[in-house]
């Protein structure tokens, strides 16, 4: 089981950048697949990005996937000593304005699928 909590939202005009955090924790966090959706006002949540673990084996951690309207404008990275996983937002998009939640689940592939754990999201808003 893997606990998860966002920071770092918050309002920004477009064109800027915002960094969001997640702090997870658990006994086998290291192995676990974190990442971000996203929801929009009266929209489906999405998937954002995600950053794999080593699911126990070496070799498998560091693995990322972005969603094509975010590709080359955020960056997502994993802190294994501080157990953080940050989302770096820029040159961000009214319609990135969304609540933003940090995600895990045993490989990227299921991360991006149907995560089981979630956080409680931390709000974006991008101002035109």
């Known amino acids: 089981q893997v606990q998860l909590e966002e920071s770092g939202g918050g309002v920004v005009q477009a064109g800027g950048s915002l960094t969001l955090s997640c702090l997870a924790s658990?006994?086998?966090?290291?192995?676990?697949?974190v990442g971000w959706w996203r929801q929009a006002p009266g929209k489906a949540r999405e998937f954002v990005a995600g950053?794999?673990?080593?699911?126990?084996?070496?070799?498998?951690?560091?693995?990322?996937k972005y969603a094509d309207a975010v590709k080359g404008r955020f960056t997502i990275s994993r802190d294994h000593v501080r157990n953080t996983v940050t989302l770096e937002m820029k040159r961000t998009l009214p319609e990135d304005t969304a609540t933003y939640y940090c995600?895990?689940?045993?490989?990227?592939?299921?991360?991006?699928?149907?995560?089981?754990?979630w956080g409680k999201g931390t709000l974006v808003t991008v101002t035109s």
């Open positions: 995600a895990a689940e045993q490989s990227i592939d299921a991360l991006r699928a149907r995560p089981v754990s």
């Open positions: 658990g006994r086998t966090v290291t192995w676990y697949a």
């Open positions: 950053v794999s673990g080593n699911g126990g084996f070496a070799g498998h951690d560091g693995i990322t």
